[in-house]
T-cell receptor
């Protein structure tokens, strides 16, 4: 099994629908992140969590919310999806014992909003 | 605040030619530097990292990068590319936020296309 698992891998949804992207990890890391990838823009940070009770907004959090259900699970929600949220979404974890370089990424969720 | 600039959005090369993908960063503190690769329809894979020590870092698949502190650059190179190196490459910088908390910032990516 992968260290960081994202579900679903692909999703098509309609404008206005609520959708949840899920991320689970077996690394035992406290730190988890959600990034969004758009062509020509690289990866941008949506939300991050340093532990279950510590959740913070990233640079592009508008239109998104998150839930840290447990150390191993970090979900990203789009309350009312819009077409410009069509993107590839990555979840990641990091190991604080490795300073700033112990990141592990999931395989991504490709979301299309029509 | 840190930022990462990848100077070329697309780099087309012929097979067996050398390639350099350029990356510059700005940060007021010490950083860790990374190159990630994303093959078509796949996730991110760490290619190499610079933490400290030797400024020339070797990674997987024959890639290497050189950290130049005075020029705040971390360019990626390969002396002879293969068709299979066709992918998007992301430069990233990790900056300390305080304590053991770090922020990872990505560049916008460089699409390397290797032609036969």
């Amino acid at each position: 099994d992968a260290d960081v698992t994202q579900t679903p891998r692909n999703r098509i949804t309609k404008t206005g629908k609520r959708i949840m992207l899920e991320c689970s990890q077996t690394k035992g890391h406290d730190r988890m992140y959600w990034y969004r990838q758009d062509p020509g823009l690289g990866l941008r940070l949506i939300y991050y969590s340093f532990d279950v009770k510590d959740i913070n907004k990233g640079e592009i959090s508008d239109g998104y919310s998150v839930s840290r259900q447990a150390q191993a699970k970090f979900s990203l929600s789009l309350e009312s999806a819009i077409p410009n949220q069509t993107a590839l979404y990555f979840c990641a974890t990091s190991d604080p014992r490795l300073g700033g370089y112990g990141y592990t990424f999931g395989s991504g969720t490709r979301l299309t909003v029509v | 605040a840190q930022s990462v600039t990848q100077l070329d959005s697309q780099v087309p090369v012929f097979e067996e030619a050398p390639v350099e993908l350029r990356c510059n960063y700005s940060s007021s503190v010490s950083v860790y530097l990374f190159w990630y690769v994303q093959y078509p329809n796949q996730g991110l894979q760490l290619l190499l990292k610079y933490l400290s020590g030797s400024t020339l870092v070797k990674g997987i698949n024959g890639f290497e990068a050189e950290f130049n502190k005075s020029q705040t650059s971390f360019h990626l190179r390969k002396p002879s590319v293969h068709i299979s190196d066709t992918a998007e490459y992301f430069c990233a910088v990790s900056e300390n936020w305080g304590g053991s908390n770090y922020k990872l910032t990505f560049g916008k990516g460089t699409l390397l296309t290797v032609n036969p």
